[in-house]
């Protein structure tokens, strides 16, 4: 794999699954409720930190070094 290829699917993992993790709260969220709304994005935001830092604990192995 590039690591062309590599970004790219670093960056679907981290949107498939910060939008999973949106779209499951999002019914039961109150909007005026400040407390609950900031909570609710930082969850998505450390859900998408999460999943990039497992790709990119796996990745480096399986990314073509380029030639010199």
Do not use: E, F
């Not at 290829?5 to 699954?17: F, H, M």
């Not at 999973?20 to 609710?40: F, V």
């Not at 935001?45 to 999943?51: A, E």
């Amino acid at each position: 794999m590039t690591p062309k290829q590599s970004t790219a699917r670093l960056v679907l993992y981290v949107l498939i699954a910060m939008l999973t993790a949106a779209s499951t709260g999002l019914q039961s969220l109150d909007h005026t409720d400040a407390k609950q709304l900031i909570g609710y994005i930082i969850g998505i935001l450390v859900t998408g930190l999460i999943t990039a830092r497992s790709y990119i604990d796996q990745t480096p192995n399986q990314v073509a070094k380029p030639d010199p």
